[in-house]
């Protein structure tokens, strides 16, 4: 009898676990804006995140940070303690102060002379103090078009 009880609860256990994991917040780039606030080695920028919830209960964080990539060299970092909720299986946008560096930009603009319309971009981050759930990765990839494209 135990020999059939143990796999019987073994899989009921997994099943419980898997029905607590959500899948994660999607994070889009919507705008960005420089802010005025630059010195020679760093740049302020506000940044608006459109965060979709694809969960059926609300998001509700403390808030966000993340790292941004463009063609895959580490470009910009932002981070925001802004408390923020999402409806269920709706969006909002979020700004979010980002800061570059120099090196960073003369890396990018070596690549647009050579003639590129778009950069590929990747957001990986954590919304925090999401709850219960504690802290959610994220991950976004998608182009960013050039202004006069």
């Not at 020999?3 to 919507?30: D, H, I, N, W």
């Not at 890396?107 to 003639?115: C, I, S, V, Y």
Request: glycine residues 10%.
């Amino acid at each position: 009898m135990l020999k059939y009880l143990t796999p019987l609860l073994l899989a009921a256990l997994l099943s419980g676990c898997a029905s607590l994991s959500r899948p994660q917040p999607e994070v889009q780039l919507a705008d960005i804006q420089p802010t005025g606030k630059a010195t020679l080695f760093e740049q302020e920028f506000e940044v608006t995140l459109r965060i979709s919830n694809p969960n059926q209960q609300p998001l509700s964080a403390q808030g966000l940070r993340f790292n941004v990539s463009l063609d895959g060299d580490n470009f910009a970092r932002g981070a925001s303690s802004q408390p923020f909720s999402i409806p269920a299986l709706g969006n909002d946008t979020v700004k979010v102060l980002l800061h570059t560096s120099l090196s960073g930009w003369l890396k990018q603009l070596g690549k647009l002379a050579g003639g590129k319309t778009a950069l590929a971009y990747q957001i990986d981050g954590t919304v925090f103090g999401v709850g219960a759930l504690g802290d959610i990765p994220f991950r976004s990839k998608g182009d960013w078009q050039l202004p006069g494209q």
